[in-house]
T-cell receptor, first 115, second 114 residues
Framework: ETGVTQTPRHLVMGMTNKKSLKCEQH?????MYWYKQSAKKPLELMFV???????ENNSVPSRFSPECPNSSHLFLHLHTLQPEDSALYLC??????????????FGPGTRLLVL | DAKTTQPPSMDCAEGRAANLPCNHS???????VYWYRQIHSQGPQYIIH???NNETNEMASLIITEDRKSSTLILPHATLRDTAVYYC???????????????FGSGTRLQVQP
C-alpha cells in the first residue's frame, strides 16, 4: 500500500460512454499526476497538478478532462474515447513543496478497455 | 532531461546480487539519477536516487561512476518478488525547471530465477 488509491481498478467502456477515474491520496501531498501506460510503451505523463492548479499538460486530447477539487483528490473524466486509449492509467502524488527532490508515490492503476 | 540506456532484460538467480546497469553519458552536472521499479500490473515504486555519491538504503545500493556517465543499481540478495521492470531516470532538480513529471524509458525487465 502506497497511500494512493485508484477506483475503479478495471473499466470497460464503449466509445460513446462517459466515465470517470478517481484517485485519492492519504499522504498529505500537494502535487498529483496522471500517467498513461499503453501496452509495450513506456509510461507517459498526461497531467500534473500542484496545489490544485494544473502545471503540466502533455498535449493530451480533450476527450480526457482532469479535475482536481482539492489536494487529496484527482479525477480523470473520459468521453468519446477511442480503442487506442485502452491502457493502464496511473495516478501518483508527491509532496509538492519547493524542494529539489520529491519521491512520487503511485497508485495501483485503472486498467481501461475501450470497445 | 538526459537520455538513459538500459539493457532490455536480465536474469538473476535467487539469493544472488542483481546488478542493473544504466548508461547516461549526456548527463549534466545538476541532473540526478533515480531508480523506480514496476512489478507486473502495479504502479511504479521508488527505489533510490543519487547525484554524485554512492547511496544505499534498505532496498538497494546505487553506484555512480566518477564521471557520472553511468550507474549501477544493486539488489544485494535478489528474491522472486524482485522480478519487475526497473527504470533508470535522469532528471534535473525541480527548482531548475519547474517540471515535476518523470520521463520513463523502456527499463530493464529483471527476471529472478528460483
Amino acid at each position: 500500500e502506497t497511500g494512493v488509491t485508484q477506483t475503479p481498478r478495471h473499466l470497460v467502456m464503449g466509445m460513446t460512454n462517459k466515465k470517470s477515474l478517481k484517485c485519492e491520496q492519504h499522504l498529505g501531498h500537494n502535487a498529483m499526476y496522471w500517467y498513461k501506460q499503453s501496452a509495450k510503451k513506456p509510461l507517459e505523463l498526461m497531467f500534473v497538478y500542484n496545489f490544485k492548479e494544473q502545471t503540466e499538460n502533455n498535449s493530451v486530447p480533450s476527450r480526457f478532462s482532469p479535475e482536481c477539487p482539492n489536494s487529496s483528490h484527482l479525477f480523470l473524466h473520459l468521453h468519446t474515447l477511442q480503442p487506442e486509449d485502452s491502457a493502464l492509467y496511473l495516478c501518483a502524488s508527491s509532496q509538492g513543496r519547493l524542494a529539489g527532490f520529491e519521491t512520487q508515490y503511485f497508485g495501483p492503476g485503472t486498467r481501461l478497455l475501450v470497445l | 532531461d538526459a537520455k538513459t540506456t538500459q539493457p532490455p532484460s536480465m536474469d538473476c538467480a535467487e539469493g544472488r546480487a542483481a546488478n542493473l546497469p544504466c548508461n547516461h553519458s549526456t548527463i549534466s552536472g545538476n541532473e540526478y539519477v533515480y531508480w523506480y521499479r514496476q512489478i507486473h500490473s502495479q504502479g511504479p515504486q521508488y527505489i533510490i536516487h543519487g547525484l554524485k555519491n554512492n547511496e544505499t538504503n534498505e532496498m538497494a545500493s546505487l553506484i555512480i561512476t566518477e564521471d557520472r556517465k553511468s550507474s549501477t543499481l544493486i539488489l544485494p540478495h535478489a528474491t522472486l518478488r524482485d522480478t519487475a521492470v526497473y527504470y533508470c531516470i535522469v532528471r534535473v532538480n525541480y527548482m531548475d525547471t519547474g517540471r515535476r513529471a518523470l520521463t520513463f524509458g523502456s527499463g530493464t525487465r529483471l527476471q529472478v530465477q528460483p
